[in-house]
């Protein structure tokens, strides 16, 4: 399959190239790469993944100049890299470290799933919303070395599992079916 992924985060960037290894992976780590992929009509792909908050990096001049108040630091363009996806007619999985019970975009992101739970049926959703909390590999980033650990020495950064971020969406089932433990509650 050919998976975009844009996400900022180191940690979840080796993620991706771990759990997706057996794809072809494009990843944007910044919004204006993303912007460029997305807006680029030769290029297609089976599923785009995003981190819903990215930085503003390179793209800030360009915001800061075109309007009064200067966004914060961290925008959520997981939000229109999706939207852009979906127009285009490829499915979106947002997965993001946020939580819904301290983060107002994250609450109203819960609306997308309406209520069907943790697994998709319907297959003619084309994006679907999950936190990283529900998804995750076990294990640490190495800061120094800026690999993957087997340990788990700081239970507070979690580490996004992108294939898992795709079973949850159901939209591949006979290439990602969905994991034989029920999920957990996502109350």
Aim: glycine share 4%.
């Amino acid at each position: 399959m050919k998976i975009l992924v844009i996400e900022d985060s180191p940690r979840n960037i080796a993620s991706a190239r771990l759990t997706l290894a057996d794809h072809e992976l494009t990843i944007c780590d910044n919004i204006q790469a993303a912007y460029d992929v997305l807006s680029d009509k030769t290029q297609s792909f089976d599923v785009v993944l995003t981190d819903l908050f990215l930085p503003l990096g390179s793209f800030e001049g360009a915001m800061s100049r075109r309007y009064e108040n200067s966004p914060d630091n961290q925008l959520p363009a997981g939000l229109v890299f999706a939207i852009k996806a979906i127009n285009r007619e490829m499915p979106c999985v947002i997965c993001t470290d946020a939580n819904h019970h301290t983060d107002w975009i994250c609450a109203l992101l819960d609306l997308i799933n309406n209520g069907l739970g943790p697994y998709p049926e319907d297959r003619k959703r084309k994006i679907v919303y999950v936190e990283a909390r529900y998804v995750y590999l076990d294990g640490s980033w190495d800061e120094d070395t800026q690999m993957l650990v087997q340990e788990k020495d700081d239970p507070s950064v979690t580490i996004k599992d992108w294939g898992m971020a795709i079973k949850f969406s159901n939209f591949f089932p006979n290439v990602f079916p969905h994991p034989s433990i029920a999920a957990k509650n996502c109350s």
